[in-house]
Structures are given as structure tokens and as C-alpha cells.
């Protein structure tokens, strides 16, 4: 018999009939295992005791290879001659099998005695001298386009030793390739596929692994192939590299262009249909095209959503063989600023502020009266104060509203504007025994004439007097002015109303915010307001028609008359 593996590890028994073998005779009982013969068992009485052989019982024995296993036996009877024995070969009977035992038989005599050697061998295997480890090596780990290499396989035992089989005949093992494409597969053999078988010889063996493009595309351009090697159940691997450069893709989104902020109203809120470019834009490697989140946004979906501001991600994405390629906007949306701003209590445009001219005296932030200074005759005076080339003001306030009913951004200052004006007495003219704030201060004897002739003198325009300036008759008289500069403001209103009105018709969608609408509110009507007051100064002039001024001034002869009727009655 023959084993056919290596590794295979034989226990034996031996049986002997008879137990007691007669006078004179013996026997021997030899087995062979894998090329090595051992004299497992030997008997012998009188003159057929040998005495030069050994037994040796080599059970249990690994054969490390494949070999033969065998048995045989010799018996030993009186010869013709004297003092001496005969050898004769005991006969052998076909060894009989049985799963992993065999059984093998031998049959002699002994003088007139039957012989019988029975040789019961049980096998099993150890492991280690069997394929462990299958190793796949190629020589280059990546291929591109239509190319090749080399898959070299080896085979080891446990021992980490060379797997040669039986007599190094051939061993037959099976390789796979496993990627996402029919272009990748191996050679070997005669065969040509994504399994072949191939042979290894002495522990050593080889294929070709392929990529061939024509026979498929590789998705984006790369792939990670896996080679599995299966020899005698025993399983190796390798990856593999794939790539092939295509065309690569590319994209742009093209409506909007740029990171954009909508302002939406109750009813404002447009579907926006975003727009890409992207190329190649034909042939094999056209991309596919997708949207995050899609290529329409309806705003009414998101209206309720918005606090302050919704920022929306919209991203484009184009895939295709030749890889992939994106591009990104974010759409800001927020309300128009009127769904927020304050309602105008009172609906319609605003009617144009009110004007309040507030006097001051001995100056005003560097400004005085230049009479008082320069003209000797000035007992006083007033003037409206200048500001480049404006009147001068007090801080005014402004208010926005939107007005929901007509629709209309509405700016409103409920305050009247206080207007700085310069009304003052030149004491710096008038002596101080001159001055006359109270008619009972007179000396009576003086009341019926030089103070009468001084208070008489106030009726003409630049009056002199003796020894006494009336300063009540000065005040109305520079007063009757400043309501003369208030009237002229009034009249010039309508030219202010109709630049109000011009500011008072900003839309909705006017201003992205409440603030923004603040802003812009005040900067318009201050450019109003700085023309109008430009206006009103450029028109005001004191001493226009100076030869009038007195009669034009009623108040001023009702307080002259008054005062004279007090002074002297009679």
C-alpha cells in the first residue's frame, strides 16, 4: 500500500497464532513504512533462536512524505541436516481496507504447525506537513489602462517549509478576481476569465492578472480589485489597484453666481429655479447631475420659518466616470423689513413738520450780531443763525412706520423743528443811565418831555434820542422780526411738502430693514429740510426795504402810543 499525502501518521498492533510456537522453530516478523524496514516482531526456540536481530517497534511513525507501507514474514523450522533450520517465506494475503485501517496478513507453518501474522495498521494525518498558508504576491499592485502583471503564488506547510506534495508531482489551484467591472480578469492555463485554474509545482506558481478597458469603464476613474488563490481549501489574497484617467467633470451654478439674500413680504415669495453650467457636455462621459436640495426652491414653503434669517445650502453635484465635481451657494431669506417695522398708527403721508424760531441772546455757538459790533448806531437786533450754508437747528427726531394700508414706507418728525435764532439788545451801544426797562423808573420831570420826545423818536427807522432808549419798544421791535422770519418759513412750506411727498412713496421692498429704512428716512428728509432751510435763509433779509420797516411793524406804534399814554397822560 501507499500513502498519497504527506503527513500521515501510522499506529500499528500485531497478533501472532500461535502464541506458543513449537520446539526448534521460529519466526520474524518485518514491516515497512515509507522505504525504512524495522523487525517488529521475532520467536524462536532450540536451534532456531536468533540472536543477531533486534525488534524495534515503530509505531507510532509521520511519514513526511508520500510512501510505501508493507509487511512481511519468515518462519524457521528444523532443517534435513543436523543442528541447523530452514527458512521459508510466509505467504501474504491482499491487504484488506477500511476507512483509515488497513489490515495486512501473512500465513506460514511451523514444523506441522500453522502460522498466522496479523498487522492491523490505523492512519491519521498531522496537519502541519499540509498546505497552511497560500500566498499571492504580484508585481505591481496597480494597474492602469490595459495593462498586466504577474501573480506569483506560493504554497507552505505548517512548518513554514515549501508544500511540494507527493514526489513534487502538480498541484492544481483555483484563482479569482473580484471588481466592480468585467475589466479586470486573469490568464493562466489556457483560460481567460474572472476564475481560472492554474498549476503550481514544487510550491510555486503564477498567473496574470489583466485590466482591459475596452471590455468595460471604470466608475470614477479607480477601483480596488481583490485576487483570491485557493489551493487544497486553503485561501490567500491580494488587492489590486485599478485607474484609468477620464475626462474629469465640472460644474458651476451659474443662477445665482454667488451667495445671495431674498426678502420675502406676505406676498412676495417666489419660486427661484437655480441654474448650473457643467462639462463635458457630450460623449461617453457627459455627468449626471443631482441637487441639494433641489434645483427649485418655493420660498412660501419656508416663509414661516424665518426668525431673523433662514440660510439655505444649495449645492450641485457632477458625477461621472471620470469623478466627481461640486459647487456651492448659500440663499439667505429674510422678510422685507415692513413686516416688521412699526404700523403707522395714522395712515397717508405725513404732513410737513411744524417750525418753532427760538431766540437767543448774547450769541449763539460763536455767532453774534455784527452790529452790535461794526455799527454804531445798532441798539439791536436779530438774526437767524447759519450753519454752512443752512439754518441752524436743534436735533430733531424721526420715526418710521410702514404704512399696510397704502402700502408705503412713512417717515414722520411729530416734534417742531426749533430753529436757532440771534434776538438781542446792543447794550454795548447804550449806556446803562439810558437804558429804560420800566417807564415808572423816569424822573417825573422828565416824562412829559425829553422822555416823551425819546419814546416819539422810536416811530422813525435808526431813531436817536436824548437821554433815554426805550429797551421794551427794542425787544417787540426785533420780536415783530422773528414772527416776520417765522411767516417766511410758513409761506415756503409747500416747497417743502412737495419734497416730503417725494420720500413718502418708498414701496415695501424699498429697504432689506427697519434699520436700513431709519437710515435712508433721514438721510432723505435732512437733504428736505437742508434745502428748505438753504431757501429760507437765502430769502430772509432784515433790511430790505429799512425806510418801511417801522410802519410795517403795527405792533411796535401800539406799543409806542401805550407807553406814551402812560408816561404822560395829560
Not at 461794526?374 to 427726531?397: D, I, K, M, R, W
Request: glycine content about 8%.
Amino acid at each position: 500500500m501507499k500513502t498519497t499525502i504527506p503527513g500521515v501518521i501510522l499506529s500499528g498492533s500485531l497478533s501472532i497464532s500461535p502464541g506458543a510456537i513449537p520446539n526448534n522453530t521460529g519466526y520474524e516478523v518485518w514491516v515497512n513504512l515509507g522505504g525504512s524496514s524495522f523487525l517488529i516482531r521475532k520467536d524462536g526456540t532450540g536451534y532456531c533462536l536468533d540472536t543477531t536481530a533486534h525488534e524495534m517497534n515503530p509505531f507510532p511513525i509521520t511519514l513526511p512524505g508520500c510512501g510505501a507501507i508493507g509487511m512481511s514474514a519468515r518462519t524457521f523450522v528444523p532443517a534435513p541436516w543436523v543442528w541447523s533450520c530452514a527458512v521459508r517465506e510466509a505467504g501474504l494475503q491482499t491487504p484488506q481496507v477500511s476507512g483509515n485501517t488497513a489490515i495486512f496478513v501473512a500465513n506460514g507453518t511451523l514444523w506441522y504447525t500453522s502460522f498466522t501474522a496479523t498487522l492491523t495498521v490505523t492512519a491519521s494525518l498531522d496537519e502541519s506537513y499540509q498546505v497552511a498558508q497560500v500566498i499571492a504576491e504580484p508585481e505591481s499592485n496597480s494597474l492602469a489602462c490595459n495593462s498586466a502583471t504577474v501573480v506569483d503564488v506560493t504554497i507552505l506547510d505548517g512548518f513554514g517549509n515549501l508544500f511540494a506534495g507527493c514526489s513534487n508531482a502538480p498541484i492544481m489551484g483555483t484563482a479569482t478576481i473580484q471588481a466592480k467591472g468585467l475589466y479586470a480578469y486573469l490568464e493562466g492555463n489556457g483560460q481567460a476569465g474572472q476564475t481560472i485554474e492554474f498549476t503550481l509545482s514544487g510550491g510555486q506558481g503564477s498567473f496574470l492578472a489583466v485590466l482591459d478597458t475596452s471590455r468595460g469603464i471604470i466608475s470614477g476613474g479607480s477601483d480596488a480589485a481583490i485576487v483570491t488563490v485557493t489551493v487544497n481549501g486553503v485561501q490567500g489574497s491580494t488587492d489590486l489597484l485599478l485607474s484609468c484617467q477620464y475626462p474629469p467633470p465640472s460644474i458651476t451654478i451659474t443662477n445665482p453666481m454667488s451667495d445671495t439674500t431674498i426678502y420675502l413680504s406676505a406676498t412676495n415669495q417666489p419660486t427661484i429655479m437655480l441654474g448650473e453650467e457643467h462639462a463635458p457636455k457630450e460623449g461617453q462621459f457627459i455627468p449626471s447631475i443631482s441637487w441639494e436640495p433641489s434645483p427649485t426652491i418655493n420660498t412660501a414653503e419656508y416663509f414661516d420659518q424665518i426668525q431673523d434669517s433662514l440660510v439655505i445650502p444649495v449645492r450641485v453635484i457632477a458625477e461621472s466616470d471620470g469623478g466627481v465635481a461640486a459647487d456651492s451657494v448659500s440663499i439667505t431669506l429674510k422678510k422685507n423689513a415692513c413686516e416688521e417695522a412699526p404700523q403707522c398708527a395714522v395712515p397717508g403721508a405725513p404732513i410737513a413738520p411744524s417750525f418753532r424760531v427760538v431766540p437767543r441772546e448774547n450769541g449763539f455757538n460763536g455767532t453774534y450780531l455784527a452790529d452790535c459790533i461794526s455799527n454804531p448806531h445798532a441798539q439791536g437786533g436779530f438774526l437767524p443763525v447759519q450753519e454752512g450754508t443752512t439754518l441752524s437747528t436743534e436735533p430733531y427726531n424721526i420715526s418710521t412706520c410702514f404704512d399696510a394700508q397704502n402700502g408705503k414706507w412713512r417717515f414722520r418728525i411729530f416734534e417742531p423743528i426749533q430753529v436757532n435764532a440771534i434776538l438781542d439788545i446792543c447794550e454795548n451801544r447804550i449806556p446803562v443811565h439810558s437804558r429804560v426797562y420800566d417807564i415808572n423808573e423816569i424822573e417825573p420831570y422828565d416824562r412829559c418831555s425829553v422822555a416823551r420826545r425819546d419814546l416819539e423818536n422810536r416811530r422813525a427807522y435808526n431813531a436817536t434820542y436824548e437821554k433815554y432808549v426805550f429797551i421794551q419798544v427794542l425787544l417787540m421791535h426785533e420780536q415783530m422780526h422773528l414772527l416776520d422770519f417765522q411767516n417766511l418759513m410758513l409761506e415756503m412750506v409747500p416747497v417743502l411738502i412737495q419734497r416730503m411727498n417725494a420720500i413718502q412713496s418708498k414701496p415695501c421692498d424699498a429697504f432689506h430693514s427697519v434699520e436700513i429704512a431709519q437710515r435712508e428716512g433721514e438721510r432723505l428728509i435732512k437733504q428736505a429740510l437742508d434745502y428748505f432751510f438753504f431757501l429760507a435763509g437765502a430769502n430772509w433779509n432784515e433790511n430790505s426795504r429799512p425806510e418801511e420797516e417801522i410802519h410795517n411793524l403795527p405792533a411796535v406804534q401800539l406799543l409806542i402810543t401805550d407807553l406814551m399814554t402812560q408816561l404822560c397822560p395829560h
